[in-house]
């Protein structure tokens, strides 16, 4: 049925909307906590900031590459009867990372041994909701709202996180952090699979999808015909991302107020708000294979511009401004994800952007590590512009051709 007023009152008063948006960001908290309570109780408990670092990267590790597996699990199993063992698996060897890290003098292996277990189970809570938000709010105009207020919503749980992070460890302790994140997956994820919408997803995509194509004798390609557009800008936009965080930190550095990059990304992140929230609340004629190479393009061409600032407070403003695209460019992505899935995939196509984002990332801070100190720092922000801006400039040259999955 189509909302009279599609608007983010209307996407919160959905039946059960709030209980389930509600359960799944509390869930979500837990991720913008435990990175930096995993660098501090490890750190402290070590003594070393190289075994710190090694345990968060072989979780980060963790978590990127079997996403795709824990949304498989997903589609074929349901939210019921596959997030809640992922959450207490997770939730149990973080309690134990916990437990490890509350003493000093702790061996590295067991410590990186357990990050890396961990990063195995979380469960994918982000692309679960967004595959019931096609369910709570089926109207398409109200499921782009939705999209935004999510994408907006987990922008901010990555900035308040680690604020609480550091609160934590500041009156309990670091190693208390890492207790905290593992009791709020565990409440979250059992608060969302309580849902009647989530109850109402019973899984079985796989088998579906093998009906399917024993029906009709076509081959399950067809699942995810469409991804690629989104997943590739994805990974371009997670690579501009990664880049500008270690980019921000070196222009601040070099000033001689490293502290103050921090305004930089908190800019970043403000952008990225009011954009999501403006963005979401209007209806484009325009299609959004189309909008997210537009989209990606002028956040990379806003970073690019963003080098050549003669100071901090213009490097803030501009890259507030490049923030304005973030939400949402990465709203099109998922909503383009959404649409290119078969009804029993939509939850491994949201993981697949994710993976993307992530992977994409990761490699942006290591290039950028790489060419700063070999060329000027604005070369640098121009050379991080570089990808995604190719990538969406390939995508509207070839947007007349059919989609390959």
């Known amino acids: 049925m189509s909302s009279p007023t599609p608007s983010y009152g209307a996407v919160l008063r959905a039946p059960h909307a709030r209980r389930t948006f509600g359960a799944a960001l509390l869930g979500r908290l837990s991720y913008g906590v435990v990175s930096l309570s995993l660098v501090l109780a490890v ?3 070590t003594g070393s900031y190289a075994t710190a ?40 060897l973080l309690g134990a990372l916990a437990l490890l890290t509350a003493r000093h003098g702790v061996p590295a292996a067991p410590v990186v041994g357990l ?24 109207d398409r105009r109200l499921l782009q709202r939705a999209y935004s207020l999510d994408t907006v919503a987990e922008e901010l749980l990555f900035v308040t996180g680690p ?38 997803r019973a899984g079985a995509g796989d088998e579906a999808a093998d009906a399917v194509e024993t029906a009709t004798g076509r081959p399950r390609a067809g699942s995810f015909g469409g991804l690629g557009r989104p997943v590739v800008l994805s990974a371009g936009i997670g690579a501009c991302l990664g880049a500008l965080g270690l980019l921000l930190v070196a222009f601040a550095a070099r000033r001689h107020e490293a502290p103050a990059a921090a305004w ?16 979401g609340s209007r209806s484009w004629r325009v299609p959004g294979r189309v909008r997210l ?29 490049a923030g304005l ?13 959404e649409e290119s899935a078969a009804p029993g995939a939509r939850t491994r196509a949201g993981a697949w952007v994710n993976t993307a984002f992530n992977a994409g990332s990761s490699i942006g801070v290591a290039a950028a590590g790489r060419l700063v100190g070999r060329l000027p720092l604005a070369w640098c922000f121009a050379a991080a512009a570089a990808l995604p801006l190719i990538l969406a400039l390939i995508a509207l040259a070839r947007r007349a051709r059919p989609e390959e999955g």
């Open 325 to 337: 695209f973030v939400a949402p460019a990465m709203t099109t992505a998922y909503l383009l994800a």
């Open 163 to 200: 604020l609480l992070a550091g609160l934590i460890a500041a009156l309990a302790g670091p190693a208390a952090g890492v207790a905290v994140s593992a009791g709020l997956v565990l409440v979250g994820t059992f608060a969302l699979v309580s849902s009647p919408v989530a109850r109402s």
């Open 115 to 138: 990050a890396f277990a961990a990063g195995a189970f979380p469960p994918p809570l982000g692309p679960v909701m967004r595959t019931l938000w096609s369910d709570l709010v089926p």
């Open 43 to 45: 750190s402290g408990a």
């Open 53 to 92: 670092g090694t345990a968060v990267a072989l979780f980060a590790l963790a978590v990127s590459v079997l996403s795709p597996v824990r949304a498989r699990l997903i589609d074929r199993y349901g939210p019921r009867r596959a997030l809640r063992p992922m959450a207490v698996a997770y939730a149990l």
């Open 264 to 279: 930089a990304e908190a800019a970043l992140s403000a952008g990225s708000a009011v954009g999501g929230l403006v963005y």
């Open 293 to 321: 190479p537009v989209l990606t393009a002028a956040l990379a061409a806003s970073l690019a511009v963003a080098g050549a600032a003669p100071d901090l407070y213009v490097l803030a403003a501009v890259t507030g401004v």
